[in-house]
């Protein structure tokens, strides 16, 4: 089975009220500690009058970076749990910041924790989550009688064409998953008679947004 890894693919907001108190949560896709830093950095400026603004991240594929701020309410409350929800529904690159304006009533420890994390799920819940794959870009280069046989293999699998040019011969790129890229290859090769040109790159993971391939 090819390996993946879900991603947040852009940014993404919600909000809700518990007990006259309203907590709105800021998604961001970020691929490094500064990214983080910066982002959270920039929701506290924003929102300066708010009583809390809790904070979670997670980057890398392998949770490479995560951190969690409570930022002045109780200890394992807010950020911790916010965390938690990150980290169990395996969403990586994504920094998250739950703004809380005080209502009045206290929530106690566990009205906390209830109304950090669900304000998160919120978040993921109208956020846009992407798969990401292992894989690689294959460009093939071929006369004009082969890229009939390789537009045929091509719409036979899943496999995305992300480019085409037709020049004095026409070039093809496309995104394959890791387990069927070696398949791919042996069949243009064979259905061209060994006469196409073909690149691979080195691994790497890719998303698909909209039919599109995104890096």
Not at 80 to 95: R, T, Y
Not at 106 to 126: D, I, N
Not at 129 to 147: C, F, P, Q, R, S
Request: charged share 25%; proline share 1%.
């Amino acid at each position: 089975m090819t390996e993946s890894y879900k991603v947040l693919y852009e940014e993404a907001t919600a909000e809700i009220i518990e007990k006259k108190s309203r907590f709105i949560a800021f998604l961001k896709p970020v691929t490094s500690e500064e990214e983080a830093a910066q982002f959270i950095d920039s929701i506290k400026k924003k929102n300066w009058n708010a009583s809390h603004n809790c904070s979670a991240a997670v980057v890398g594929r392998n949770n490479e970076y995560s951190r969690c701020s409570d930022d002045g309410e109780p200890s394992g409350t807010a950020g911790k749990p916010m965390l938690e929800v990150l980290l169990g529904e395996g969403i990586h690159n994504i920094a998250v910041v739950v703004t809380r304006y005080f209502g009045g009533t206290l929530l106690g420890t566990g009205g906390l924790v209830r109304a950090y994390q669900r304000c998160v799920k919120e978040g993921l819940a109208v956020a846009h989550i992407m798969e990401k794959y292992a894989g690689y870009l294959i460009t093939v280069h071929t006369d004009y009688n082969g890229i009939g046989k390789i537009q045929y293999i091509i719409g036979q699998t899943d496999i995305l064409t992300i480019n085409t040019e037709y020049a004095q011969t026409v070039t093809v790129q496309v995104a394959v998953q890791a387990e069927t890229a070696e398949t791919f290859i042996k069949k243009v090769t064979e259905a061209t008679n060994g006469q196409a040109e073909i690149e691979k790159s080195e691994e790497l993971f890719y998303g698909v947004v909209d039919g599109k391939v995104v890096l």
